[in-house]
């Protein structure tokens, strides 16, 4: 990830050390939530959402945000517990990628079986 290193080592780049941190010094929901949030991100780019017409989108890949949106909902799920106040905002905003994904498919998937609704159950 860009800004962080495993090895805090200033002597490598002094002018950089002001905006790196060791990875160590991360607290665990920090590193999750920046994860689910970089997978967010990626998905709703491959649904076309960055732009004005999703559906003419040039970056519009639904099979590549199927399988991020399937990456989200199995890291937000299995880390739920961790993940406190964070919890509920990842969750909406993955059940609205999912929901966004069956509204851009051209023969949407059944309810239950749309990405990632195995961890989450079915989005409708």
Do not use: C, W
Request: no cysteine; hydrophobic share 35%.
């Amino acid at each position: 990830m860009e800004g962080y290193q495993t090895v805090s080592d200033p002597a490598a780049d002094p002018a950089s050390s002001d905006n790196v941190r060791d990875l160590s010094d991360i607290p665990s929901v920090e590193v999750i939530s920046r994860a689910a949030v970089m997978l967010m991100s990626a998905a709703a780019e491959r649904l076309g959402l960055a732009d004005p017409d999703p559906d003419e989108s040039p970056r519009r890949d639904l099979d590549e945000a199927r399988r991020l949106i399937t990456a989200l909902a199995g890291l937000v799920t299995a880390s739920v517990e961790y993940l406190g106040p964070h919890a509920g905002p990842l969750r909406e905003g993955l059940q609205s990628l999912q929901r966004a994904f069956r509204e851009g498919s051209a023969f949407p998937d059944e309810p239950g079986a749309g990405p990632g609704e195995k961890y989450t159950g079915p989005v409708y």
